[in-house]
């Protein structure tokens, strides 16, 4: 039961704490900012209040129900779970079996560590140059981020990164944009290839997995930026080759978002380095504190409930994946979902704060994936960065004009073979992304629809705007399962993600449709609400973007 304290716990204070803060904290301060912003986007239409409560109540019970069940049949099943997947964890709890499966997370909390006092000496410094030399700000952070970099990293890995870099540079000077995605796709096919890897093993001399690891990572990332500032220099009218030069290095290689991103593309990094310095005011440190102090909250939240909840690990006994009844498959899935969102939390929002204290505005922490009920909105608000990109350096070039309805459906497809590329061309992601294909497609052909005329008219006539909303909802149910159904591939794997076809689709019962087409009705409903609450209560974001 404590565990399901916990996790409730997670869920309600990840969706409501941070607006009531902001809610009660500046109240009577940006009543006009949220008035302009309340006309920007209209409201979902409301329902009775008795119905709301039914879909919140309905939809938290079915989440928290389902990951007990799947809590019990963890704790039921440690005998057979992978011991190289725990290790012994923190004393305070006695010693308790940490889950460290999943690697991501595993790697970079610890990992953090060693990136910790660069972070440190980054904003003390920075801080210094900032206010005694601001000219040398942007030669600052090269050096410091280039010697940071070479201590972690090394030598090796830092210079063939650096080669990299100087190759896009030199390629975004003739000119050409089908150059310049040319040699990107070319240099992140070194991700994809096993004899780059070992040739990469071979020369650069690392001294465990790990270390190959961070190169890997780092690589695709850095592939972003460089593409990024590549394309951006394509169209960039300069005297001073030099200056475009070290410009396009210190973007690609700024520490505070070297790591884990999140992606800040070039033309926005560049308005944001050289726009003014934001002054030091009591308001600005309390946000940074309190901002910091909030990711640092959910990284030891997230470290605490790997002592108890062994869901990951769970998920690579595929024998009990195949085993489980629906109900703890689904709590299964759920946790991944919420422990997937928590994770980029912290790997974003980190970095994020750090780079603030450089007067930057990186993009936005990602949206609580239990809360949101259009594909759309899913790659919209959950990695903002990433999505920045595509639709600047993909999506618009290819897309065209906004009557052009075929070259869209041929630019988002575009958009998901480069990141099923980018990712590493795995099969789980030939799922992964087909599936978000479709659900985007047919979500933008249901918004053309209802958009014309003689629907809009029927729809103003005869439908009122709850009955509209309950329509919506319904109509977005099969969708969301869809696309709940392709990041359980992208999660677990290809082997989790077929049991899950399988035991929900393949081989399901009228009662279990039901139950699944139910959950997502009540998920659309509370993700509309809280949308609605949002959109009234947006003025704090314009409070986030002045500190």
Same mark, same amino acid.
């Given at each position: 039961?404590?565990?399901l304290v916990?996790l ?5 204070f ?7 803060y902001?809610y009660y904290?500046?109240k009577?301060?940006?009543?006009v900012?949220?008035t302009l ?8 239409s409301p329902l $009775?209040?008795v119905?709301v409560a039914?879909?919140?109540i ?6 928290f @129900?389902?990951a007990?069940?799947?809590y019990?049949?963890a704790l039921?099943n440690m005998?057979n779970?992978?011991i ?5 964890g923190?004393?305070?709890l006695g010693?308790?079996?940490?889950d460290i ?6 790697f970079?909390?610890?990992w953090f560590?060693?990136?910790l006092p660069? +972070?440190c000496?980054?904003?003390l ?9 601001f000219k040398?700000?942007k030669?600052?952070?090269l050096?410091? !981020?280039?010697?940071a970099?070479c201590y972690?990293m ?11 870099v ?5 390629a ?5 944009v089908k150059?310049?995605?040319c040699?990107s796709?070319?240099l ?10 070992t040739?990469?093993k071979?020369? &650069?001399?690392?001294?465990?997995e790990?270390?190959?690891y961070l190169?890997l990572?780092?690589? #695709? ?5 460089y593409?990024? #500032?590549a394309?951006?220099f394509?169209?960039?009218k !300069?005297?001073s080759?030099?200056k ?6 210190t @973007?690609?290689?700024?520490l505070p978002?070297y790591?884990t ?11 944001q380095?050289?726009? $003014?310095? *934001?002054?030091w005011?009591?308001?600005r440190v309390? +946000?940074l ?8 909250l959910?990284a030891?939240?997230l ?6 909840y062994y ?8 024998h009990?994946?195949?085993? &489980? ?8 899935g759920? !946790? ?6 928590? *994770?980029?939390?912290v790997?974003f ?7 603030k204290?450089d007067s930057?505005n ?8 239990s ?6 909105d &899913?790659w919209?608000?959950f990695?903002r960065?990433? +999505?920045?990109f595509?639709?600047r @350096?993909?999506?618009i ?5 906004p ?6 459906f041929?630019?988002s497809a ?5 990141i099923y +590329?980018?990712?590493?061309?795995f099969d ?6 087909s599936?978000n ?7 933008a052909i249901a918004?053309l629809?209802t958009?014309m ?9 005869y439908v009122s705007?709850?009955m ?6 319904m109509a977005?149910a099969?969708?969301?399962?869809i ?7 992208f999660?677990?794997?290809n082997?989790v993600?077929?049991v899950?076809?399988h035991?929900?689709v @393949?081989y ?11 959950s997502?009705y009540?998920?659309?409903q509370? #993700?509309?609400?809280t949308e609605r ?6 003025w704090?974001? #314009?409070?986030e973007k002045t500190?």
């Amino acid at each position: 039961m404590l565990l399901l304290v916990l996790l409730l716990f997670i869920y309600l204070f990840e969706h409501f704490t941070s607006i009531c803060y902001y809610y009660y904290y500046r109240k009577f301060h940006c009543c006009v900012c949220m008035t302009l912003l309340n006309m920007a986007k209209p409201l979902n239409s409301p329902l $009775p209040g008795v119905e709301v409560a039914f879909y919140i109540i309905s939809w938290t019970v079915i989440c928290f @129900y389902s990951a007990y069940e799947t809590y019990l049949l963890a704790l039921g099943n440690m005998e057979n779970l992978n011991i190289n997947d725990f290790v012994y964890g923190w004393r305070i709890l006695g010693n308790r079996w940490k889950d460290i499966s999943n690697y991501e997370w595993h790697f970079w909390s610890s990992w953090f560590w060693e990136v910790l006092p660069w +972070y440190c000496s980054h904003i003390l410094l920075g801080r210094l140059v900032e206010r005694f030399n601001f000219k040398y700000k942007k030669a600052f952070f090269l050096v410091h !981020s280039f010697t940071a970099l070479c201590y972690v990293m090394g030598p090796l890995p830092v210079t063939y990164m650096a080669a990299h870099v100087f190759i896009m540079f030199a390629a975004s000077q003739l000119k050409s944009v089908k150059l310049v995605w040319c040699l990107s796709l070319a240099l992140l096919s070194g991700l994809n290839i096993s004899a780059v890897h070992t040739l990469q093993k071979t020369y &650069m001399t690392f001294t465990n997995e790990e270390h190959f690891y961070l190169l890997l990572f780092t690589s #695709a990332m850095m592939n972003l930026r460089y593409t990024s #500032a590549a394309m951006e220099f394509v169209n960039k009218k !300069s005297d001073s080759k030099w200056k475009d030069c070290f410009d396009f290095f210190t @973007y690609c290689f700024y520490l505070p978002l070297y790591f884990t991103g999140p992606l800040l593309t070039y033309d926005q990094f560049e308005q944001q380095i050289n726009g $003014p310095v *934001k002054t030091w005011t009591v308001s600005r440190v309390k +946000y940074l504190v309190r901002e910091l102090m909030r990711i640092l909250l959910w990284a030891a939240f997230l470290e605490f409930i790997l002592h108890f909840y062994y869901f990951n690990a769970l998920a690579f006994d595929l024998h009990a994946v195949r085993s &489980m009844n629906r109900w703890p498959l689904g709590g299964l899935g759920w !946790s991944q979902g919420q422990f997937f969102h928590v *994770k980029y939390v912290v790997m974003f929002g980190l970095p994020a704060v750090i780079s603030k204290f450089d007067s930057l505005n990186p993009p936005a922490q990602p949206l609580c994936i239990s809360r949101i009920y259009l594909y759309s909105d &899913m790659w919209k608000y959950f990695d903002r960065g990433l +999505y920045s990109f595509l639709k600047r @350096y993909i999506y618009i070039p290819i897309g065209g004009d906004p009557g052009r309805y075929v070259q869209k459906f041929v630019a988002s497809a575009a958009c998901f073979v480069f990141i099923y +590329y980018w990712h590493g061309m795995f099969d789980y992601l030939v799922v992964w992304c087909s599936l978000n294909f479709v659900g985007v497609s047919l979500e933008a052909i249901a918004t053309l629809v209802t958009s014309m005329a003689p629907i809009r008219r029927f729809r103003e006539s005869y439908v009122s705007p709850p009955m509209w909303r309950r329509l919506k909802a319904m109509a977005a149910a099969p969708l969301l399962a869809i696309s709940i159904m392709s990041n359980f591939y992208f999660f677990m794997g290809n082997d989790v993600g077929k049991v899950f076809l399988h035991k929900l689709v @393949y081989y399901g019962t009228p009662q279990s449709y039901a139950v699944v087409l139910f959950s997502m009705y009540c998920l659309g409903q509370t #993700a509309m609400e809280t949308e609605r609450w949002e959109q009234r209560s947006r003025w704090w974001d #314009a409070e986030e973007k002045t500190q």
